[in-house]
């Protein structure tokens, strides 16, 4: 279950050598809510998904459901995000949370013309 009452953190990350950032809304135990990933060198949004609606997609009893919302929307990451970066692991640094709102609104719409 999704604690809502949590402060909710904003982070962004990137794994350079695979042209990739991502950035996510964690909830109170550093679990990712939403998650966007856009490739660097064009801009092309990879995902913005949502555990909610992942979660969603998998209660509802639909053959498919999940399947089908990965597909349209990407993937959440499936573990919480560490307190600090270990050696090897890309470094993870804050972002407000207008400019995540601004890349949702624009991963949403990306994904949605799909």
């Known amino acids: 279950m999704i604690d809502t009452d949590a402060v909710v953190t904003y982070i962004q990350w990137s794994w350079p050598d695979e042209d990739l950032w991502c950035y996510d809304e964690l909830d109170g135990e550093r679990w990712s809510t939403r998650h966007i990933e856009i490739r660097a060198h064009d801009r092309t949004f990879l995902a913005a998904a949502s555990l909610a609606e992942v979660l969603e997609a998998r209660d509802s009893g639909e053959p498919g459901a999940v399947q089908a919302y990965e597909h349209r929307y990407g993937v959440v990451p499936e573990a919480p995000f560490p307190t600090s970066t270990a050696d090897g692991e890309p470094p993870i640094g ?21």
Request: glycine share 4%; net charge neutral; hydrophobic share 30%.
């Open 94 to 114: 804050p972002i407000s949370a207008e400019e995540f709102e601004r890349l949702w609104q624009q991963g949403r719409q990306a994904r949605e013309q799909r």
